[in-house]
């Protein structure tokens, strides 16, 4: 049976992936002869990874998909402390990246360095961080959770409703925000140039 909870980790996972991807290609390029530009749609993305997994994703996975995985398979108990320790983390680490590319933006080309190596750390680790969970911990609660645990997480996640993912509308209150990023940001996540 295939569960809602699971579609939406995935997709979700999928969008934040091609997200990051298109900021790293961004930031390969560096600004160019665009750099409010550039600098724009980098904050408006880190903005958008600050605001919803980190507040809607993480939570839900730390407080329900997490405790159940490791009451039923608690073989896996190491990567769960792994990726609770990333959730606590995570959103000190996406402002730190904030505030080095606030520092690149309005200091200029010495802070470029301090940016993007923080930036590409940031990246891996938030990838490895998706990978974990597809693959350890995903599988692991396909095979052991129950129906009712899977109706519990199937109507939490249901209420993300994350546009990137392409299949919601935006919430009033982000469109602006995401007009922004798909206007401006590079494919595959924007309509912005290459």
Not at 16 to 38: I, N, W, Y
Not at 74 to 99: F, K, S, T, W, Y
Not at 122 to 129: A, K, N, P, Q, S
């Amino acid at each position: 049976m295939k569960h809602q909870s699971l579609t939406i980790i995935r997709d979700e996972h999928s969008s934040l992936a091609a997200m990051l991807q298109s900021m790293r290609l961004m930031v390969e390029r560096g600004p160019g002869d665009h750099p409010e530009r550039f600098f724009d749609v980098l904050r408006a993305m880190l903005f958008y990874i600050d605001e919803f997994p980190e507040r809607l994703h993480h939570p839900k996975e730390s407080e329900l998909l997490f405790p159940r995985v490791a009451r039923s398979a608690p073989e896996v108990m190491g990567a769960i402390d792994r990726l609770e320790r990333d959730h606590m983390n995570g959103e000190r680490a996406v402002r730190d990246v904030q505030h080095l590319l606030l520092a690149w933006e309005l200091l200029g080309e010495p802070r470029r360095a301090a940016f993007t190596e923080a930036f590409t750390r940031y990246v891996d680790f938030y990838l490895e961080h998706m990978r974990l969970e597809e693959q350890v911990i995903l599988p692991e609660a396909e095979k052991h959770l129950s129906e009712a645990d899977w109706a519990e997480l199937d109507a939490a996640f249901a209420k993300n409703c994350d546009p990137l993912t392409g299949k919601y509308p935006p919430d009033p209150a982000y469109e602006r925000l995401f007009t922004r990023i798909v206007m401006k940001a590079p494919a595959p996540i924007g309509l912005g140039e290459d």
